[in-house]
């Protein structure tokens, strides 16, 4: 957890954009993120918490589920990046489709700022992630 002393000693200046505190007590800046602060274990759980659908589903799905399906049905080269290809939502909340796509194109910008922190941390090389093959994998799951 950070103390009071740790908080007075952040400048807002030093950092664009207000932080946020993650499962493991770290701070997290979505507007400013920096591999350092990617935490796995922050991740995981943050997506297994959060359901998708809005949680409008007969049963319990996390996001943290999907992408594990959605990982196990792409090409192998293609299931780490599959796996985290949600995992922006750990920091920025998941927003359903039909209302995303009336968010301020800086809303994108931010998820694909994230994404690809997320990726440096993890080794995943951007040039080498077939979307499409992963946007279809996306798809086959939404609907099964």
Known sequence: MITKDQMKNISSNERKGAWAQTFTGKQFWPLDPRPDEVNLIDIAHSLAQQPRFNGHSLKFYSIA???????????????????????SEAY?????????????????????????????????????????????????????
């Open 65 to 87: 589920q999907h992408s594990v399906l959605v990982s196990k049905i792409v090409h192998p080269s293609q299931a780490l990046p599959a796996l985290f290809h949600d995992a």
């Open 92 to 144: 920025t909340g998941d927003i359903i489709s039909p209302s995303k796509k009336f968010l301020p194109p800086e809303f994108k910008q931010i998820e694909i700022k994230i994404e690809n922190v997320i990726f440096k941390k993890f080794n995943i090389d951007p040039e080498t992630v077939d979307h499409k093959d992963i946007k279809k994998a996306d798809k086959i799951i939404l609907v099964t």
